[in-house]
């Protein structure tokens, strides 16, 4: 039987996986000379879905494996026949650390002292994680990492999902229907949504005007689920801490640089030192399975 022919993004990435049997690898754009032969896609970490145009050149393709988590737009322009598989798992400490790390700054006024280095100015009163009640809004397993690290800070954590269910870390997992009535009650709310048509501004006017005075908004999904707009007429009143923005890359001038209470990363997240050993890890155990005939982890199309 021939080997599985592999594209793979970087020969980082093809030495952390190591050699797999009945597989062989083609880095980048070498992968075009050798277009008949290649079975799986292995994408580009900040790839846009625009790249993916170039899918329809390999008339063998059998799987597209992405490196993030999110896969907004990227069904749409798969060729017929493909199957695509996300990262689930691989930025879930990553992206709960920096969740952390943005919540803890905000409430505690890093911003604030950074701006003011050389001047002892004080802040007493800052809000505590501890005792804080704080809404997970996208309880997949990147927002059971943030709980995880949220609960051990002793916050009161709340979770939100597409549907409600039992869980053994928050209990219960609250649906969609019952944010009225939770997020007046909300410190901190973090965002952590998959992007699609349906939770597109799902952060909107409406939605922030139910957040009680002083609260925290922290986005760690994608920019889109915060209506910018509405971030920008509530900065202030509210406080917010984004690693995603809408537009992103954030051009220079854009207001929200300037927005009160606003503190901003760029889309920082999950590309960290914790990411490599686990996207080889997910890419040798898919292709293992591959080889084997076996079921593929992370199916979001097949």
């Known amino acids: 039987m021939s080997s599985l022919l592999v594209r793979l993004p970087d020969a980082q990435l093809a030495h952390a996986i190591g050699p797999v049997?009945?597989?062989?690898?083609?880095?980048?754009?070498?992968?075009?000379?050798?277009a008949e032969e290649v079975d799986v896609y292995v994408a580009d970490y900040a790839t846009g879905v625009e790249a993916l145009a170039?899918?329809?050149?390999?008339?063998?393709?059998?799987?597209?494996?992405?490196?993030?988590?999110g896969y907004d737009g990227f069904l749409e322009r798969l060729p017929d026949g493909v199957a695509l598989a996300n990262a689930t798992g691989v930025h879930d400490d990553a992206t709960a650390e920096h969740a952390l790390g943005l919540t803890l700054a905000a409430l505690r006024g890093i911003p604030e002292s950074v701006r003011q280095h050389g001047v002892w100015h004080r802040m007493p009163g800052r809000r505590s994680l501890a005792d804080s009640r704080v809404l997970i809004y996208g309880y997949g397993s990147i927002g059971r990492a943030i709980?995880?690290?949220?609960m051990a800070c002793k916050a009161q954590v709340t979770a939100v999902a597409s549907r409600p269910r039992t869980d053994d870390l928050v209990g219960t997992v609250h649906g969609p229907e019952r944010l009225a009535a939770l997020l007046p009650e909300q410190h901190v709310l973090v965002v952590v949504l998959p992007l699609t048509e349906e939770t597109r501004h799902a952060v909107d006017a409406a939605f922030l005007a139910q957040l009680g005075d002083d609260a925290l908004v922290v986005n760690v999904g994608r920019g889109p689920l915060l209506d910018t707009d509405a971030v920008?007429?509530?900065?202030?009143?509210?406080r917010f801490a984004l690693d995603v923005t809408d537009p992103e890359p954030l051009p220079e001038h854009?207001?929200?640089?300037?927005?009160?209470?606003?503190?901003?990363?760029?889309?920082?997240?999950g590309g960290t030192t914790a990411m490599l050993p686990r996207v080889a890890a997910l890419v040798r155990g898919q292709l293992q399975a591959l080889v084997a005939g076996e079921q593929l982890r992370n199916l979001v199309s097949q």
Do not use: K, M
């Not at 854009?254 to 997240?269: C, Q």
């Open 54 to 69: 170039e899918l329809g050149s390999f008339p063998r393709l059998r799987l597209v494996q992405l490196q993030s988590a």
């Open 254 to 269: 854009h207001p929200l640089w300037a927005a009160p209470g606003v503190l901003i990363t760029p889309h920082v997240a």
């Open 147 to 150: 709980a995880e690290r949220f």
């Open 232 to 238: 920008l007429a509530e900065a202030g009143r509210l």
């Open 21 to 34: 049997d009945g597989v062989d690898f083609v880095i980048g754009a070498a992968a075009r000379n050798r």
